[in-house]
């Protein structure tokens, strides 16, 4: 399973058209998209109305990325039922102390709660859930936090007997090594979610050898190509003094009014206007 990062229900839909199979609705994007650190500084409403917002306007599933859950065990169950309600397929915390830093600043702050604070953060996390088929993602950042292979694989283990239905473990490390070293350790049955920012070249492929890994996250490409296309669009405009040259590379008016729904807006008119 695949799931491409979205910071809005336009990104949202480019990721269903593109045939992935969920969106990660990411906090890391949305955050850049607002124009601050990825550290917690955006409230819960932005993030959960965003997500919401997402979840209204694909076929595909959310999954919400609640970094720390936005305090302790208290402010997880809230959180929790509240992406519920809004649709989300899973949900996504990290083992980090709030307010967080984003995981591949250098230099950034990546201090680990225990594991028992934790544990308590995933059983108020499963309450929230009640009855629903929401899938909670149990995030470890050991790795990360330079703690090490040995207690990444403490944590994702003391997770999973928590009760979390997947266990994401994130590296920093340019080449999937120490990734790979894990799922090899790794002797439990819940799967496993990798994000291969870090380490792009491995692949899909790869990942479906372990054996170990079930979901694929693309955390931050959909922002990173936005951002560089939209510089080179806009420096080229300033350089001719017009948009002749850029208006057959950049997306045509009529693809972005068929993206807003056009279509289905239309069909309500013929409905319902006289």
Same mark, same amino acid.
């Given at each position: #399973? ?10 949202? /839909? ?12 990411? %906090?890391?994007?949305? =955050? ?7 550290? *917690? ?8 109305? #965003?997500?919401?917002?997402? /979840?209204?306007?694909?076929?595909? !599933? ?9 305090? @302790?065990?208290? @402010? ?10 809004? %649709? ?10 709030? !307010? &967080?830093?984003? =995981? ?6 990546? &201090?680990?709660? *225990? ?13 929230? /859930? ?26 994702? &283990? ?18 999937? %090594? ?10 439990? =049955? ?21 054996? &170990? ?6 955390? @931050? ?7 560089? =296309? ?11 003094? %017009? ?32």
């Amino acid at each position: #399973m695949t799931a491409m990062a979205a910071h809005n229900p336009l990104t949202a /839909c480019l990721v269903e058209e593109a045939g992935f199979d969920a969106v990660w609705a990411s %906090g890391f994007e949305l =955050s850049a998209s607002m124009g601050v650190p990825d550290a *917690s500084i955006l409230s819960m409403d932005e993030h959960l109305t #965003m997500t919401r917002r997402m /979840c209204e306007r694909v076929s595909i !599933p959310v999954i919400a990325d609640i970094d720390t859950g936005f305090g @302790n065990a208290v @402010n997880v169950h809230y959180a929790v039922r509240y992406y519920v309600n809004a %649709g989300a397929a899973a949900v996504v915390m990290e083992d980090k102390y709030f !307010p &967080k830093d984003t =995981s591949l600043r250098e230099g950034g702050r990546q &201090k680990l709660v *225990s594991i028992e604070e934790f544990n308590g953060k995933i059983r108020a996390a499963l309450d929230a /859930c009640g009855d629903s088929q929401v899938v909670l993602i149990a995030r470890t950042e050991a790795l990360i936090a330079g703690a090490g292979l040995e207690e990444a694989l403490f944590r994702a &283990k003391a997770y999973s007997d928590a009760g979390a239905d997947m266990i994401l473990v994130h590296s920093k490390a340019n080449t999937p %090594g120490e990734l790979l070293a894990f799922t090899q350790r790794w002797q439990e =049955s819940t799967p496993v979610v990798i994000v291969p920012t870090a380490y792009p070249q491995f692949d899909e492929r790869q990942a479906e050898q372990t054996g &170990k890994i079930k979901l694929v996250i693309y955390g @931050n490409h959909g922002i990173r190509a936005l951002v560089r =296309s939209m510089r080179e669009t806009f420096a080229q405009i300033r350089r001719d003094a %017009g948009a002749a040259g850029t208006d057959s590379v950049i997306a045509s008016v009529k693809d972005i009014i068929a993206l807003q729904g056009d279509a289905h807006m239309r069909a309500i008119e013929k409905q319902y206007l006289v």
